[in-house]
């Protein structure tokens, strides 16, 4: 049997943290699908965009990012509006109720850890979340894709999630 490095041992651990997402996922509510769950967060987190931008941060198409997008329109957690730079475009911005299913997200998310990692002392889960922010820093903070590799390095197809992408 032959050792692992442990860049192949955080590969593996880092396929697994889709089955983490997924469980989050399952306490959404129940009128929020993980995919609109993601546009409310990077809206949340980054603020008004173009459905171009959002697109490139969720990695996936024009066309499922509109489907997404129309979703969380049709229940008012996002607005629509020209961009004054430019009135063919319309920017995306999360409304006050957008806003408040956001919190609700954030605030089963919260429980859900709390009770899934109640036996593990807290000096552990204020690591792992340092670790898992330095981790994201490192790949030059980005929602989806990475920065360029090394010169040499080999890459890997992106691996979506099925919360990132429902």
């Not at 809206?43 to 173009?50: I, Q, S, T």
């Not at 319309?90 to 954030?106: A, Q, V």
């Not at 670790?131 to 990475?146: E, I, N």
Request: charged content about 30%; hydrophobic content about 35%.
């Amino acid at each position: 049997m032959t050792a692992h490095t442990p860049y192949e041992d955080l590969a593996r651990e880092l396929g697994s943290v889709g089955a983490v997402r997924r469980e989050l996922a399952r306490n959404l509510p129940h009128d929020c699908p993980p995919a609109s769950a993601v546009v409310l967060a990077l809206l949340g987190r980054h603020g008004e965009m173009r459905m171009t931008r959002l697109a490139d941060r969720m990695g996936i198409d024009m066309s499922v990012t509109s489907r997404h997008v129309a979703h969380a329109v049709e229940r008012g957690w996002v607005d629509r509006r020209p961009d004054p730079l430019d009135g063919r475009v319309r920017l995306l911005r999360l409304t006050g109720d957008g806003e408040g299913m956001l919190t609700e997200m954030h605030r089963r998310t919260s429980e859900t850890l709390a009770h899934l990692l109640g036996d593990w002392p807290e000096e552990d889960v204020t690591r792992l979340t340092e670790l898992l922010t330095r981790l994201r820093a490192s790949f030059g903070d980005c929602d989806c894709g990475c920065r360029a590799a090394p010169r040499g390095a080999r890459t890997l197809p992106p691996h979506p999630t099925a919360a990132e992408h429902g």
